[in-house]
């Protein structure tokens, strides 16, 4: 069995997605229908569909996507930290159809002016309903706010957090500091867990090699080991790079066979309790 801890769909008839350039070959719709031969093919059988959006509506139709499908086993959903009653949002969302499959939310704090955006005291409050709900919470951060993800988490030991795609390293550039000494810091925390993803795409697009992403797959690897470890095929984002079965092929080679078991089914589901 294998398990995607990271996906993406969107209907641009529904809203925009307004990160996408309008030249971009990933601007167009991509559905689970899209997702479900391609996943089938490469052996994964469950699926966490990741939010892509800071809209309330989006969770709620991923969580009636979810219960629909047979392929979709959890969601990360978005709903607003700062709001003073984040606890009983989280509890309304779990009552909607599909709600059970609610297992962690995700904000992009990549997009926040401030690197300490997570260390605020409303935000804090917010990390705080999550753990309480039982969810967990994924970051997508750059690298220059790597330090304050671990300052939220020390001061959170009962939530666990989740970086997504290594922390976007500047792999095209292939520096390693200060982004690796800050993942080591984060993966110090017993309650930090990383996902191998979104390495393309923080590669060179033109001329990238799978031996360019390798000091970033060592690093994470040595640094969280394999049980704090799960793969992501961060589809469709992936796709003008390389396709779901190139992704997949691409962290498999990263991987020692002996890790594999961990990183592509049980930390995943431990973690998001699929």
């Given at each position: 069995m294998t398990v995607d801890a990271h996906h993406h769909v969107w209907d641009l008839s529904v809203r925009d997605q307004?990160?996408?350039?309008?030249?971009?070959?990933?601007?167009?719709?991509?559905?689970?229908?899209?997702?479900a031969?391609?996943?089938?093919?490469?052996?994964?059988?469950?699926?966490?569909?990741?939010?892509?959006?800071?809209?309330?509506?989006e969770t709620p139709e991923f969580l009636a996507l979810a219960a629909e499908s047979d392929l979709i086993a959890g969601v990360v959903g978005w709903t607003d930290l700062t709001r003073p009653d984040v606890a009983d949002e989280l509890a309304r969302l779990r009552e909607l159809p599909g709600g059970r499959?609610?297992?962690?939310v995700r904000h992009q704090v990549q997009g926040e002016p401030d690197p300490e955006w997570l260390l605020r005291a409303d935000v804090r409050r917010g990390l705080a309903a999550v753990a309480d709900a039982g969810l967990v919470y994924d970051l997508v951060v750059l690298p220059g706010q790597l330090p304050a993800c671990a300052r939220a988490a020390a001061g959170l030991p009962e939530l666990t957090f989740v970086?997504?795609?290594?922390?976007?390293?500047?792999?095209?550039?292939?520096?390693?500091?200060?982004?690796?000494?800050?993942?080591?810091?984060?993966?110090?925390?017993p309650n930090t867990v990383c996902k191998l993803s979104g390495m393309v795409t923080e590669a060179d697009p033109e001329s990238w090699t799978v031996d360019d992403l390798r000091p970033y797959a060592d690093t994470v690897l040595a640094a969280f080991g394999p049980d704090r470890l799960m793969f992501g095929s961060d589809w469709p984002v992936c796709a003008p790079l390389a396709s779901y079965g190139e992704v997949l092929a691409l962290a498999?080679?990263?991987?020692?066979?002996?890790?594999?078991?961990?990183?592509?089914e049980t930390t995943a589901v431990r973690v998001y309790g699929l």
């Amino acid at each position: 069995m294998t398990v995607d801890a990271h996906h993406h769909v969107w209907d641009l008839s529904v809203r925009d997605q307004d990160w996408i350039a309008e030249d971009s070959p990933l601007r167009r719709d991509f559905t689970v229908d899209d997702l479900a031969p391609e996943a089938r093919a490469a052996g994964v059988d469950r699926t966490v569909l990741v939010q892509t959006v800071t809209v309330a509506e989006e969770t709620p139709e991923f969580l009636a996507l979810a219960a629909e499908s047979d392929l979709i086993a959890g969601v990360v959903g978005w709903t607003d930290l700062t709001r003073p009653d984040v606890a009983d949002e989280l509890a309304r969302l779990r009552e909607l159809p599909g709600g059970r499959y609610l297992k962690g939310v995700r904000h992009q704090v990549q997009g926040e002016p401030d690197p300490e955006w997570l260390l605020r005291a409303d935000v804090r409050r917010g990390l705080a309903a999550v753990a309480d709900a039982g969810l967990v919470y994924d970051l997508v951060v750059l690298p220059g706010q790597l330090p304050a993800c671990a300052r939220a988490a020390a001061g959170l030991p009962e939530l666990t957090f989740v970086l997504d795609h290594l922390g976007k390293p500047p792999i095209a550039t292939g520096a390693l500091e200060p982004w690796a000494s800050a993942v080591r810091t984060l993966a110090a925390l017993p309650n930090t867990v990383c996902k191998l993803s979104g390495m393309v795409t923080e590669a060179d697009p033109e001329s990238w090699t799978v031996d360019d992403l390798r000091p970033y797959a060592d690093t994470v690897l040595a640094a969280f080991g394999p049980d704090r470890l799960m793969f992501g095929s961060d589809w469709p984002v992936c796709a003008p790079l390389a396709s779901y079965g190139e992704v997949l092929a691409l962290a498999r080679e990263l991987t020692d066979p002996g890790e594999q078991t961990d990183i592509f089914e049980t930390t995943a589901v431990r973690v998001y309790g699929l």
